[in-house]
Each structure stands twice: as structure tokens, then as C-alpha cells.
């Protein structure tokens, strides 16, 4: 009998604390949590507004390799990605990615703190922070916005680009064109550079 007892009263106590907390979370402006310690709110995984919608799925750590008529074209590594199947695409995050030739060798490689992959027409997207580095030439390539078009294999952009070369030659300007491995680059608009003397 005295443990049927207990057994009550810690069953009691336990509805009387949430109860309490109940309470203090209809009374208090704030969340409950305020009122024990002051702490912030934690962030929520996902907040949605009404310019996205729920994705259909959300992976984690994941590698993608692209391939063409056996060939490996394009691996791409991210962190997070969110896929939403009405419009064929996969938004990323903490992108890393490598291109290859069709011997399979590096011809760049390169990161973006976002991206966005789709299954047909423009391949991959970049952008915020887009590094392309080439393994060719040691050029380096940055920009705010970056697109990758499987069927010409080249680089696109409206943005303002800076390239550099592995002995400080430097040419930037808006809106570009080039290959993959940065060996043909067109700048289209506003161009300026520093040449270092030989």
C-alpha cells in the first residue's frame, strides 16, 4: 500500500508541475523558458515564410556525381540540401565542386556557400562566396553568382568577376564566359586589370 502511495503523490506532483508550467506559458508574454532563465528563444531548425514552400525531401552530407555517355563529368559535395520535386530542383548549402575531363583528371574545383542543382538545362548554380580554382592554370576565379551549363561545359555570369592568376595578373569586370578550367575568359563589360612587368 505505501508504494501504490508514493506512487500517487510523485504522480501528483509531477501534474501539478506541468500544470505550473502551463500556466506560466498562457500568463507570460514571452516563452515559458523566459521565465525560468532568461534565455534566448532557440532557433528553429526550418522557419518558412511565404516565398518557400516544404520541401519533399532534406539530405544531409551528401556527394552527387554527374556523369555523360560513362564519363564523370561533375562531383558536387554540400551539407545540406532541400529538394522540391514541383520544380525539378535541389537548394544546397555549403556547396563544394569538382569538374573533370573526360580522362577523368581535374580540370577545377571550387565552393559556394549556396547552390542550386537542377535536372535539366543549367546544371548547378552557385552562389554567395563562389570560389572556382583551376587545376590547369592556377587561376583563380570569384564571383557572387555562377552558373554551369552542361551542354557548352562553360561558366556564366551577369555579376562582377575578379580573376586572378598564380603570379598576381589580374583582370575583373561584369558579366563573363569561360571554360571550365578558366583557360578562355570573356569579360563583357567594365573591364580592368594590373598586369605584373615579366
Not at 546544371?123 to 553568382?145: P, W
Not at 603570379?167 to 561584369?174: F, K, L, V
Not at 569579360?187 to 605584373?196: H, N, T, W
Request: charged content about 30%; hydrophobic content about 35%; glycine content about 10%.
Amino acid at each position: 500500500m505505501r508504494y501504490g502511495r508514493r506512487y500517487r503523490v510523485e504522480g501528483g506532483i509531477r501534474v501539478m508541475f506541468f500544470a505550473l508550467l502551463l500556466s506560466l506559458s498562457i500568463v507570460t508574454p514571452g516563452p515559458c523558458f523566459e521565465a525560468f532563465g532568461g534565455g534566448e528563444r532557440p532557433a528553429a531548425e526550418e522557419e518558412f515564410t511565404e516565398e518557400t514552400s516544404v520541401p519533399d525531401y532534406i539530405l544531409y552530407e551528401v556527394v552527387h556525381h554527374h556523369y555523360e555517355n560513362g564519363s564523370r563529368k561533375v562531383k558536387i559535395l554540400f551539407d545540406k540540401g532541400r529538394y522540391f520535386s514541383n520544380g525539378s530542383e535541389l537548394l544546397v548549402e555549403k556547396c563544394r565542386f569538382v569538374y573533370y575531363d573526360r580522362k577523368g583528371d581535374v580540370i577545377s574545383s571550387g565552393s559556394s556557400n549556396r547552390a542550386r542543382l537542377f535536372e535539366e538545362g543549367t546544371q548547378l548554380v552557385a552562389e554567395e562566396n563562389v570560389i572556382v580554382i583551376s587545376e590547369e592554370n592556377g587561376g583563380r576565379l570569384d564571383t557572387e553568382y555562377l552558373e554551369w551549363h552542361e551542354d557548352t561545359n562553360q561558366f556564366t555570369t551577369d555579376r562582377f568577376v575578379t580573376i586572378t592568376q598564380k603570379n598576381g595578373d589580374m583582370i575583373s569586370g561584369i558579366g563573363m564566359v569561360a571554360d571550365i578550367g578558366l583557360k578562355k575568359v570573356t569579360i563583357k563589360r567594365d573591364v580592368k586589370g594590373s598586369f605584373r612587368e615579366k
